[in-house]
């Protein structure tokens, strides 16, 4: 169920909102809702990729395994060619 809300913007942001509108064939309220979606999305990977990293570290730091960055570097190399590779194994 959508609800509605409203915000305060100054003109000049006003006037550009209804610029893409006009030249997108859309309302200002759908450029205004996609914006806020997008940006929304966009935060939420963040945190994800944010979360990731710091449990990806805890693990390190409980068990010590690891890649190098040549072994990294080298596994991704290979993803870009098309290769479909396995991860290294980690070790310590």
Partial sequence: MATATSIKIDDELKQRVQHIAATHQRSAHWIMREAIREYVEREEKREAVRNDALQAWETYRANGKHLTQDEADGWLSDLEK???????????
């Fill in 82 to 92: 098309g290769d479909d590779t396995e991860i290294p194994g980690c070790h310590n």
